[in-house]
């Protein structure tokens, strides 16, 4: 199977920035799209950003303007960029890939999630 392996979380202050990478290693395998997602505490987990393999991106309309998604197809890793930071971006960001594996049969897998806290 592919894994997912994230970092850069941590502890920034309101106004400030945070670097997320993701990381997928395994058997052989093509991504068709990358995202990240969070989840506050006692909150649904939602949707941040998305990138396609061809550089395709979607966002939350709380994060445009100041998250970016980027991804580098040779490494097999995807970013996410975090300026302008709310207190309310304060949640559990994990990194998700969908695609398929060389025996043709599809994946989805996640990461295992990094904090990110921001203190107003």
């Known amino acids: 199977q592919v894994q997912l392996v994230e970092s850069g979380g941590g502890l920034a202050q309101a106004g400030g920035s945070l670097r997320l990478s993701c990381a997928a290693s395994?058997?052989?395998?093509?991504?068709?799209?990358m995202g990240w997602y969070r989840q506050a505490p006692g909150k649904q987990r939602e949707l941040v950003a998305t990138?396609?393999?061809?550089?395709?991106?979607n966002y939350a309309d709380s994060v445009k303007g100041r998250f970016t998604i980027s991804g580098d197809n040779a490494k097999s890793t995807v970013y996410l960029q975090m300026n302008s930071l709310k207190p309310e971006d304060t949640a559990v960001y994990s990194c998700?890939?969908?695609?398929?594996?060389?025996?043709?049969?599809?994946?989805?897998?996640w990461g295992q999630g990094t904090q990110v806290t921001v203190s107003s």
């Open positions: 998700d890939a969908r695609g398929v594996l060389v025996d043709q049969r599809d994946f989805h897998s």
């Open positions: 395994g058997i052989a395998f093509s991504i068709n799209v």
């Open positions: 990138i396609t393999s061809g550089g395709s991106t």
